[in-house]
């Protein structure tokens, strides 16, 4: 089955590295996507699974906050940190995990190589290697990812994390190349 052309290989991605408009207010880095990611995703036919804005999805476009970009980066984010662990919250993000797991899961049924879940560092919902807690960037990963990572490994599934921010070079991205055999 899905023998055809198709690679069998893909990835997951924060949302906003392929469309920057989900970010919140005065943090997008590109008008549309990171360019030098998605290019070298489609050079090297690895499929391209979007997941969902954990942030949109359970606080609104303006993350409940119209005066976002006025505060600096870190303080907001911390902002939007304490604003998804409310208990209303965190079950909406529960049923995003849900709704990822679902696909990896039929993926993985059917022998697709999920090569990396890449995330955005600092992001309090994304981040991989680096979160924002106590108005810093700290160490760590953010709640969204968190909670992937716990539920991937609740069902013995492997898959590496990375996470890249707009400074990191091609180098950071090609890393990815050493998860895909
Ligand atoms: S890092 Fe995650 S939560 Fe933040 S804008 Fe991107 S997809 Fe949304």
Redesign the pocket.
């Known amino acids: 089955m899905f023998d055809d052309i198709r690679s069998k290989k893909i990835v997951l991605i924060?949302?906003?590295?392929i469309n920057q408009n989900?970010?919140?207010d005065g943090?997008a880095v590109y008008p549309a996507a990171f360019s030098d990611l998605i290019n070298f995703l489609m050079q090297n036919n690895i499929g391209i699974l979007q997941?969902?804005?954990?942030?949109?999805c359970c606080l609104g476009l303006d993350r409940g906050n119209p005066l976002g970009a006025a505060s600096p980066v870190l303080v907001e984010n911390t902002r939007i940190r304490s604003a998804m662990q409310q208990k209303e919250t965190k079950d909406k993000l529960q049923k995003l995990i849900d709704y990822v797991m679902l696909q990896i899961l039929e993926y993985r049924k059917h022998g697709f190589k999920i090569i990396a879940i890449i995330?955005?560092n600092r992001?309090?919902?994304?981040?991989v290697e680096t979160t924002s807690e106590n108005n810093q960037e700290t160490q760590g990963m953010?709640l969204?990812m968190e909670e992937l990572a716990k539920r991937l490994y609740q069902n013995k599934i492997k898959i590496s994390f990375l996470g890249i921010k707009s400074s990191d070079g091609m180098e950071k991205i090609k890393k990815l190349l050493r998860f895909a055999d």
Not at 14 to 17: E, K, P, R, Y
Not at 51 to 56: A, I, R
């Open positions: 924060a949302h906003c590295l989900a970010i919140s943090t997941m969902p804005c954990p942030e949109l995330g955005a992001s309090p919902n994304c981040g953010g969204f």
